[in-house]
């Protein structure tokens, strides 16, 4: 590999499906204990001066939303094939939405439907990123929070009481936030931004918990790996030192390799060539000629700092030792070969550092302009493929900041919209050797997967799509029974569970990934679950608790403790059919979170550039939870 491949590989490494945006700054590695104070006392004035004036009235909320959707509708006619457009037009289904709002129809309605109209516009469909559906996006989200606080006065009176009391509870903050108390700060924020509170408290949430909540690292192993490469080259001599003509041959043999160091806003490399010169040449300086040979070594080093801004490097530096040994005067009269021989040996020592100066600039000059094609091509926008998909989820390009340590190359990254909090803590340090390791704090997944799957319902046959993308055949349900001794009622049980089913996520907390002491906790919150003629309208979290186990050959995997744990919060109680659908519930989820995870090998396809990792198997040889992150480290 080449100086210029190896340097877009090690870029590529460094910048995997993040933003352009720069962190200039790192957050309190804490809350303290003055900005708890200082949040609490934010929150309590914001209690004070709470309403709801900021809000959109709802006439002109809903004027907006009609002029959005006539401005929507028109775009997809004009530029959509027929097929197309009445599959878009389908999809979003807008004619009911917009029939309750003509008809006047009670807010509840309106309300309920401009819900579901906002699932459809938030998703993965290439074409939700266009500029006209993002503007029907923003129109709704201005409409639901205006039709869901229609009454302001008594909202306005309620939500108060509830920040006093918030306030409250985040008067016993921890430094690192329990589970609880970060889950009670992300709902705040999400009510002070819905309901468009101009207060400091969000400034005061953002700053606490502002932390980068997704930390990728690379070993400088990998760096290596990618960038290093024999040298065996061959050169004919053509020279004139001190009035002697010399020709012959040169070969250079060494190697190519780089080391990083610290740095942060860009990765700091540095590129260097060891190598041994060997040289046979013949020199002629009449009326003698001479047979020489050349033992040498030289160095070559440059400094790159690589960013998305481009490559930047440093002067070169070379340094080369040579040492001459004459072989061989040639000249048919004895008396001449012994005059010959005195004066080589006279201005062997100037002949030597001539020869050395040109050979470090020689080899300096090789060195730099392979480096410099690195500097010529353009760094590739790694944000090209993800900006379309963020789009149109309406997340911004994450903040980011890459950098370099002594041994690693790593890529902090934020994850978050402006009404969704970052990590309170960094991430912990990773003492375990690794050749690429990722970080990922709760509050990355609860504001991309939790965000987008927040109030929506889910059928067993999306699950089942999820499973098969994920590599893992979804079972029957039948598979995952045990025989009851009583076979009539199995068989009862049976008929109703090849019934599909569906779940309503709740809208706080919908995906349950929580990292804590060691353990992995996965699941979903619920707020309605349905299979056949059973439904159950309460809260539910279905969750699976992992710990990290090793295999015989050194591997370390996520395996499952214990069943899946069904819990209805609020619930002291079940009643008997509750209970079945309990039951049910368990057997339908037990495939959904497997006995074990991260137990598959990761193998790098043979198509990557980086001809030295192609083939490469890597599995987890750490895995580890704590304070809200999850570290997984691969070799």
Not at 373 to 394: F, H, T
Request: proline share 4%; net charge neutral; with cysteine.
């Amino acid at each position: 590999m080449n100086a210029t491949s190896a340097c877009q590989m090690i870029f590529r490494l460094c910048c995997i499906a993040v933003g352009t945006c720069c962190l200039t700054a790192s957050a309190a590695a804490q809350v303290s204990e003055s900005e708890r104070q200082i949040l609490v006392s934010s929150l309590r004035d914001s209690a004070a001066i709470f309403n709801l004036d900021q809000l959109d009235a709802i006439d002109d909320a809903k004027e907006l939303v009609k002029q959005r959707s006539d401005e929507l509708i028109e775009y997809v006619n004009q530029n959509s094939a027929d097929v197309n457009r009445d599959r878009w037009l389908d999809y979003l289904d807008l004619d009911p939405l917009l029939t309750l709002i003509a008809d006047d129809e009670s807010y509840a309605k309106i309300y309920r439907e401009s819900i579901a109209v906002k699932h459809r516009l938030y998703g993965t469909a290439e074409g939700l990123e266009l500029s006209r559906f993002r503007a029907l996006r923003s129109a709704v989200d201005r409409l639901i929070p205006a039709l869901k606080y229609s009454k302001k006065k008594a909202y306005a009176k309620l939500l108060s009481k509830k920040l006093n009391n918030d306030a409250e509870e985040l008067e016993e903050m921890e430094p690192i936030p329990t589970l609880k108390q970060l889950t009670k700060a992300t709902e705040l924020l999400d009510l002070l931004s819905e309901t468009k509170q101009t207060s400091g408290t969000k400034d005061v949430l953002r700053r606490n918990f502002g932390q980068p909540n997704v930390s990728i690292w690379v070993g400088e192993d990998v760096i290596r790996r990618v960038v290093s490469r024999p040298v065996n080259q061959t050169e004919s001599v053509i020279d004139c030192i001190l009035g002697t003509s010399i020709n012959g041959k040169a070969t250079l043999t060494g190697n190519v390799t780089a080391d990083v160091f610290p740095m942060q806003g860009a990765v700091g490399l540095n590129v260097s060539m060891t190598g041994q010169v060997i040289s046979r040449n013949r020199g002629y300086h009449k009326p003698v000629n001479l047979i020489t040979s050349g033992y040498g070594d030289v160095t070559a080093s440059r400094t790159l700092y690589i960013s998305e801004a481009g490559i930047s490097m440093e002067p070169t530096h070379a340094q080369a030792w040579l040492r001459t040994e004459i072989n061989s005067i040639n000249h048919r009269f004895r008396i001449v070969r012994r005059i010959a021989r005195r004066k080589a040996a006279e201005s062997k020592p100037i002949a030597e550092r001539i020869a050395v100066e040109k050979l470090r600039r020689k080899v300096g000059e090789s060195f730099a302009d392979q480096v410099a094609q690195a500097g010529n091509v353009q760094i590739p926008d790694v944000m090209e493929k993800a900006r379309p998909v963020l789009q149109r989820l309406d997340i911004p390009e994450p903040a980011r900041m890459i950098g370099s340590t002594d041994n690693s190359v790593y890529l902090h990254s934020i994850v978050q919209r402006a009404d969704q909090l970052a990590a309170p803590n960094a991430a912990p340090p990773i003492h375990q050797s690794y050749d690429a390791a990722i970080q990922i704090h709760e509050t990355a997944i609860n504001n991309t997967v939790g965000y987008l799957l927040a109030g929506r319902t889910i059928t067993q046959q999306q699950i089942d799509q999820l499973l098969a993308q994920a590599g893992r055949a979804p079972q029957t349900s039948n598979q995952s029974v045990s025989e009851s001794d009583d076979k009539d009622e199995a068989d009862d049980d049976d008929e109703e569970e090849e019934e599909p089913f569906e779940i309503d996520f709740a809208q706080s907390r919908p995906i349950i990934f929580e990292a804590r002491d060691g353990k992995v906790r996965l699941g979903i919150s619920g707020t309605r679950f349905a299979q056949g003629k059973r439904v159950l309208k309460k809260a539910v979290e279905i969750a699976a608790t992992y710990v990290p186990g090793t295999t015989a050959d050194g591997a370390v995997l996520l395996v499952r403790e214990g069943d899946v744990e069904i819990k209805f919060p609020g619930t002291k109680r079940l009643s008997v059919s509750q209970t079945a659908t309990k039951r049910a519930i368990e057997k339908n989820f037990q495939n959904v979170f497997p006995e074990t995870l991260l137990h598959q090998p990761i193998v790098l396809p043979q198509t990557i550039k980086a001809e030295a990792l192609r083939g490469q198997v890597y599995r987890p040889r750490m895995i580890d939870s704590q304070d809200g992150w999850l570290t997984v480290a691969l070799q």
